[in-house]
């Protein structure tokens, strides 16, 4: 059993730990209880057998003070990597699991500040007798999914990439502009390009409509679907967000631009090529369109 609460990219960086353990025990059945959808992703691409969603009511006794209920399945491994500075979720799980094998690997720890943190949480595998561990998140896609994303491709003539222009936090993003003069760049070699966009970015979603083709602007859609497109493109352009760590992870040739976050520590990594761009200073308005092109049209030819 595996515990891990964040977002899309914190449940990517978590994958290696996934991908260790099945790669060491390969006839054990891997439960993941994750806040992030990509759970299900795991699960269909084998790298975990059961999927439950961890912001239920159904796990809401880790947090309780004195839980009167505790209803989760059976373990013979429990690995927390829960934020827990008051060690209640652990308190809960030593409950819960006396007889399992109990491994804390803390989501935050001032480590992380020097080191990546895929290589951190890794690392304590070597509690479990585990040396070699994977520290390259991949992601394998059901074949369905995988023949669904080579329809797709299909549909638009084949080659096709997929730029992201936003992220959590508008200080992570580059220019909107200078994301348009790239998708022209590209699809003047004969790649079609779309734009994808999350739920929660309606204003953006009004500026890209401005300056692309709607049929080409990807909204609304579940984290499935988005994979299934990422796994079909050629090439794959964003900012700092989960999608981009979610592109690397699927085998996708990536470019990532970074602005104030450090990639030394939170940068994606991929089966596939992954350009890592810094914008200078952290600023990514003063990131050039030039640096970026630079690192794109490598993955396109």
Not at 12 to 22: A, D, G, I, N
Not at 71 to 91: K, S, T
Not at 141 to 160: H, V
């Amino acid at each position: 059993m595996i515990l891990r609460g964040g977002a899309l990219g914190d449940f990517v960086l978590t994958l290696p730990v996934v991908q260790s353990l099945r790669r060491v025990w390969p006839e054990a059945r891997i439960q993941l209880a994750a806040r992030s959808t990509a759970r299900n992703l795991a699960v269909r691409g084998g790298l975990a057998d059961e999927a439950h969603d961890i912001e239920s009511a159904r796990w809401a006794w880790l947090y309780a003070a004195e839980p009167s209920e505790i209803d989760a399945p059976d373990a013979d491994l429990v690995v927390n990597m829960l934020h827990d500075p008051d060690l209640l979720v652990a308190a809960n799980l030593a409950q819960r699991y006396e007889r399992a094998v109990q491994l804390a690997i803390s989501p935050i720890t001032p480590a992380i500040a020097r080191h990546h943190a895929t290589d951190i949480f890794v690392a304590r595998l070597r509690e479990l007798g585990i040396n070699d561990p994977d520290r390259v998140p991949c992601l394998p896609l059901s074949p369905e999914d995988r023949d669904e994303g080579e329809r797709l491709a299909r549909t638009w003539g084949g080659k096709i990439a997929v730029i992201q222009p936003g992220s959590g936090s508008p200080a992570k993003n580059w220019p909107l502009a200078r994301f348009a003069k790239l998708a022209r760049l590209i699809e003047a070699t004969g790649v079609k390009v779309f734009f994808l966009l999350g739920e929660a970015e309606a204003e953006l979603r009004e500026m890209v409509g401005a300056v692309w083709p709607p049929e080409r602007v990807l909204t609304e859609l579940t984290l499935d679907e988005v994979a299934q497109w990422l796994a079909a493109s050629s090439c794959y352009v964003g900012n700092d967000s989960g999608v981009t760590h979610l592109a690397a992870a699927l085998g996708t040739p990536a470019v990532a631009l970074f602005g104030p976050t450090n990639p030394a520590v939170w940068g994606p990594r991929g089966a596939s090529r992954v350009e890592i761009v810094r914008a200078p200073e952290g600023r990514l308005v003063a990131l050039e369109q030039e640096t970026v092109w630079a690192a794109v049209l490598p993955l396109l030819t």
